[in-house]
């Protein structure tokens, strides 16, 4: 690719707020959307590929709840096989290959340890059978098959976990995703469907016209406006905020939130090659390599309180480095910790303990014209959404007849490549070659947008200082903040390095520089 050449001809039309709070006052919508998380984006994306028109609303930024503070897992979920929910499992896997094709930049395979011992909650032959279960039931969108290791041989791929009481270890096979990314990257291919897609629009209560909701009363919080988005279709992708939501039309809370936090250390100090899956008093944790640095969680504890105030306190961290320096040979302690996050799962209620909960969804109709779906997985967003628009085209009249379901075939923005692998070996030579570019500049450029970088280097067409460095040293170019904010919705500094980059999560500085 010469420099410019094909970038040029992919500018795009700059994003503007303005004529999409027109929109929202001058239409009425088949499908309203309140909630601007996975689940949310993932149903205006599915509405909107089927020809219905569709507004998304979030009082945050699209993925600043629990869609972007996960474990980053899309996985089968290996734990709720022991647990007996094989549809979820199956449900999960199957989500999980799909991902693996249509967005090939932002999920990817990974291989993971588990190792085991003497006092694990995991007994050596179950966990075989389990894993030979969770192999079978991935089918054709396998990954690959598991195997046993032997403690010798674990212990030298694996140096830094503690030798003593040490029997065996299994070796398998999930995926690892940008949560944040991937949340905003299923909204902008809703955008690109003709979705109208606003962060920062508060819910503010529930329109109701001859006894059936038919829209939602907002606010602006970026201009102070107010307005209302007429619909014949409401529906409240929450997330925690679910009950909160709920409430506005009377009803009874659902929820049981759990929270989970995870801390980030360099990897000077904690180094696993492969995602290490651990148990530590009865509970699965998971150290996971990223870059220089490695993140390890979750805790999973009731939260009863404001989800709007939710945070890693200091005991939700001493457990964590409790349990990694339990689990591997470092001592890490709090000085080590570069910076944590926590979320809110929004687990259906249920008695026991939180690990136990399902995570399983369900969708709840009513009053008249609004729906509700919660609980649910990551990995299983786009199942989640297809299965709700079924479920409303079952019980409501539009104007014209919806198609078929499309987003198992459809890719991701810029995820349409074919053969990624091979996609990036090129993108990564033309870059290197055609704009001067590093190798590790390049690759991380293709690796986080996909085909879509050609966009991102639009703008440093008639602007080439964007091509430097963000911050010296970082591979992050000023043409991506410059485009985060033109086409990618960003309205705040935090959204551009928490959500649309991780230089507030993977970095010394928290990207402040």
């Known amino acids: 690719m010469a420099r410019g050449s ?95 094709r249509l967005a090939p930049h932002l999920v990817w395979p990974t291989p993971f340890v588990l190792p085991l011992y003497e006092d ?29 290791i032997s403690r010798e041989k674990v212990l030298l791929e694996e140096p830094q976990l503690r030798s003593e009481d040490l029997q065996v270890a299994f070796r398998y096979f999930d995926a690892i995703t940008n949560d944040a990314r991937l949340t905003l990257t299923v909204a902008q291919s809703a955008v690109r469907q003709g979705a109208a897609a606003l962060n920062y629009v ?56 759990t929270k989970g936090v995870h801390v980030v250390v360099p990897r000077a100090r904690l180094a696993p090659n492969a995602v290490v899956a651990f148990g530590w008093r009865g509970r699965d944790l998971f150290a996971i390599p990223h870059g220089e640095y490695t993140y390890v969680g979750t805790t999973d504890t009731d ?50 303990d939180p690990s136990h ?15 509700t ?31 078929r379901c499309r987003t198992a075939r459809e890719p991701l923005p810029g995820g349409g490549a074919g053969d990624f692998a091979r996609y990036k070996k090129g993108a990564v030579a033309a870059l290197r070659d ?22 991102v280097l639009s703008h440093a067409v008639r602007e080439p200082r964007l091509l430097e460095p963000l911050i010296p040293g970082c591979p992050v170019l000023a043409a991506e903040a410059v485009h985060a904010v033109r086409q990618e919705m960003a309205m705040t500094l935090e959204d551009f390095l928490r959500r649309r980059s991780d230089l507030m999560l993977f970095g010394e500085d928290g990207g402040m520089a």
């Open 120 to 148: 694990s909650h995991h007994r050596p032959l179950r966990l075989r059978v389990g894993l030979a279960g969770y192999d079978l039931l991935a089918g054709t969108l396998g990954i690959g098959r598991h195997r046993g």
């Open 434 to 455: 055609g704009w001067q570019m590093s190798e590790e500049v390049a690759r991380r450029l293709v690796g986080v947008y996909g085909t879509d970088h050609v966009r």
């Open 6 to 100: 094909t970038a040029g001809n992919m500018h795009e039309a700059e994003y503007s707020r303005g004529a999409l709070l027109e929109r929202l006052e001058r239409e009425t919508f088949d499908i309203a959307i309140i909630g601007g998380g996975i689940t949310g984006a993932g149903i205006a994306r599915d509405a909107a590929m089927r020809g219905l028109s569709v507004a998304l609303i979030d009082k945050g930024d699209f993925g600043s709840g629990t869609s972007g503070r996960s474990s980053r897992l899309i996985h089968g979920g290996l734990r709720y096989l022991g647990q007996g929910h094989l549809g979820l499992v199956r449900e999960a896997l199957r989500e999980r290959g799909l991902l693996l």
């Open 303 to 352: 939260h009863s309180g404001d989800p709007d105030c939710i945070e890693a306190d200091y005991e939700d961290v001493a457990y964590i480095l409790e349990a990694a320096n339990g689990t591997f040979t470092t001592e890490l302690s709090m000085s080590d910790v570069i910076s944590a996050w926590a979320g809110l799962r929004p687990l259906l209620s249920e008695e026991g």
């Open 357 to 371: 909960v399902s995570r399983d969804y369900d969708i709840l109709d009513g009053p008249p014209g609004l729906y």
């Open 202 to 257: 508060e819910g503010a209560s529930l329109e109701t016209t001859g006894g059936r909701i038919a829209g939602v009363n907002y606010r602006d919080l970026v201009g102070g406006g107010e307005g209302a988005v007429r619909a014949r279709a409401v529906v409240s992708a929450a997330g925690p905020w679910t009950d909160r939501v709920r409430s506005l039309a009377g009803g009874a809370g659902l929820l049981r939130p």
């Open 373 to 403: 779906i919660c609980g649910g997985k990551l990995t299983t967003f786009r199942a989640m959404a297809e299965h709700l628009v079924d479920h409303i085209i079952e019980r409501e009249q539009f104007s014209r007849r919806p198609a």
